[in-house]
């Protein structure tokens, strides 16, 4: 019987570039954007759990994402990177994500137990679980409280630690303008967290 | 305070944990969000291919028509569970959008008939326990506890299957086509007609083939074919003879189902007319259907018209007695309408029992035959159909 490994997909596919595949797919090829959506599914997912929260519309969303790249791939001319195309997809799926919540719910968004749980590390005992989700619920409510715009630039640079430029390029704004938002939710932030112990005290 | 002193505990107490936080997905979380993709992507392609064409009537209805066959082979499965029955609650561990609805049977403690009967798609046996499962006609598993499987979303024609934990011993008959996946820790199976077992634990994964050949893709993407007689591990990446104990369990699952087939047989594979004589059964506790006729609903609702006939199959299936499978019937012929699937319409329709009980439905279904025997609208005498 036949035994030895064989690679999972042709070595063209997997040793094509982003570029390479982009341009496969937009031929029609659906193994080469099986392909590219295998390589940033997990980066696609990183990103959009840090901007709007472990909740329940995660995997929907990330199924958005990537049909909207898959609808795109037309108009993708190459001048950018696919990462940058993709995130830039990725943070304006987000942002419409945040602000169709703020206005249909207010600002309090329930987390999803499950996603909150899949942030946690695996070896927590059962009582570092239980203060790593009210930690972790605390952080995303005062993120909650900042505009959608304003949240997507402190995750990109104070959170992800992303240089101003890169973080203009995926949000489609200048670095100046960027790094206003950036100040406005520090200082949103930092109201938040004076007034969060008067909430909490009885 | 200062804005260096502000930044800093901005610093401290927001961006620095949360930088800590690395979201990751799981391999299972993985592959139900590749499926949910690639439906995603199917349902794309084919609304382009209806877009470009459309003229093409016929192969949208074939397309419905492939997508019941596959909803009916997917959508019944039936499971008998030792002494303790535990069934969990559907709809509410629907793994993604796509995932086929499957329908649960649990022998109880009554001797010799279902006692429960509820659409799920996972199946869960508790150490000792050995649950055994139809999906369809085409695929017979038993999942020996502890252990999960549960289903995914799946081409037409496929069958996906995600095993968490537990050994899965599989029968599947792939002569009508279509391929069968297991997706278990450190490897994915795909089968096309053969008698296997996965068994998923906490080194990774073991496939052994007592009949047939697998091929099996490990976590590197590396290949291997498992023919009948061997059996293949994750953790070791080689293969060896398959074990005394693990062939012997194959062969008593073969074996329990061959003796078995006629109590297993999954409703649709009763004759309509057989079925419908038959004494009314307790086949369904009726909250779950309901809540299983509201996902279709929303699925329709929401255009997803697939998944809404998936749905409404199981319902079909499932209480082919009741009101509720009539009324699935009737959506169901309602949908093939709108798709201009006639023919599909009056198979529905034709699946009704000859008098319904509830005068509504009666008039509903009056009216929608009408409509499925004359294409103008217009009934017999040129008097039209009605709104």
């Given at each position: 019987m036949s035994s030895s490994p064989s690679p999972r997909r042709s070595t063209v596919a997997a040793s094509a570039t982003d570029a390479n595949l982009v341009a496969a797919a937009a031929g029609g090829d659906r193994g080469a954007f099986a392909e590219l959506y295998r390589r940033h599914l997990d980066s696609v997912y990183g990103r959009l759990t840090r901007v709007?929260?472990?909740?329940?519309e995660l995997d929907d969303l990330v199924q958005q994402i990537f049909l909207d790249v898959y609808r795109a791939l037309g108009r993708f001319r190459g001048d950018a990177a696919f990462s940058t195309f993709l995130h830039r997809i990725v943070l304006n799926v987000a942002c419409e994500h945040l602000e169709r919540r703020h206005r249909a719910r207010g600002r309090n968004e329930p987390l999803e137990a499950r996603q909150v749980e899949a942030?946690?590390?695996?070896?927590?005992s059962p009582e570092q679980r239980a203060r790593q989700r009210e930690e972790l619920a605390c952080l995303f409510a005062l993120l909650e409280g900042l505009s959608p715009k304003r949240r997507a630039a402190f995750v990109l640079v104070a959170i992800e630690c992303m240089p101003l430029e890169e973080a203009a390029a995926l949000l489609e704004a200048n670095p100046a303008a960027i790094k206003q938002r950036v100040l406005e939710a520090r200082r949103e932030l930092a109201r938040a967290l004076e007034r969060a112990p008067e909430q909490e005290s009885p | 305070m200062s804005a260096s002193e502000r930044d800093a505990r901005v610093e401290t107490e927001i961006a620095a944990p949360l930088r800590q936080v690395r979201p990751a997905l799981d391999e299972l979380h993985r592959a139900r969000l590749t499926s949910a993709i690639e439906g995603a992507l199917d349902r794309e392609d084919e609304a382009i291919a209806a877009r470009r064409a459309p003229g093409t009537r016929h192969r949208r209805a074939s397309t419905a028509a492939a997508g019941i066959v596959v909803a009916a082979a997917l959508g019944a499965l039936i499971f008998w569970r030792g002494p303790r029955p535990q069934v969990e609650v559907p709809v509410a561990h629907l793994p993604a959008r796509d995932a086929p609805a499957f329908l649960l049977r649990d022998r109880g403690t009554e001797e010799g008939g279902p006692s429960a009967r509820t659409p799920s798609t996972s199946l869960l046996a508790l150490a000792g326990e050995r649950a055994r499962a139809t999906i369809g006609t085409r695929v017979r598993v038993t999942l020996v506890g502890p252990g999960r499987v549960s289903t995914l979303p799946a081409g037409p024609g496929d069958v996906q299957l995600a095993l968490d934990s537990g050994r899965l011993l599989v029968d599947y008959d792939g002569h009508a086509g279509g391929i069968l996946r297991v997706r278990s820790p450190g490897a994915v199976t795909t089968v096309v007609g053969t008698l296997f077992a996965v068994e998923a634990g906490a080194s990774g994964s073991r496939v052994a083939v007592a009949r047939g050949r697998v091929r099996t893709e490990d976590g590197a993407g590396h290949l291997w074919q498992v023919a009948a007689g061997d059996s293949w591990t994750s953790a070791e990446g080689r293969l060896s003879p398959i074990s005394d104990e693990l062939a012997a369990a194959l062969v008593r699952h073969e074996a329990a189902w061959a003796s078995e087939t006629a109590a297993a047989r999954p409703l649709r594979d009763v004759p309509p007319a057989a079925h419908r004589s038959?004494?009314?059964?307790?086949?369904?506790p009726g909250v779950d259907l309901e809540a299983l006729y509201a996902q279709a609903e929303a699925a329709m609702r929401a255009r997803a018209l697939g998944e809404a006939r998936r749905t409404l199959e199981t319902i079909a299936s499932a209480d082919s007695n009741g009101q509720l499978g009539e009324a699935a019937l009737l959506d169901l012929a309602r949908l093939a309408l709108a798709d201009g699937d006639r023919a599909e319409a009056r198979r529905a329709l034709g699946?009704?029992?000859?008098?319904?009980?509830?005068p509504a439905l009666a008039e509903t279904a009056n009216h929608l035959r009408c409509r499925a025997e004359h294409a103008d609208g217009a009934g017999d005498g040129g008097a039209p159909c009605g709104p």
């Open positions: 709007i929260g472990p909740t329940a942030l946690i590390a695996p070896g927590a | 038959a004494p009314a059964a307790p086949t369904r699946r009704l029992p000859r008098r319904l009980a509830d």
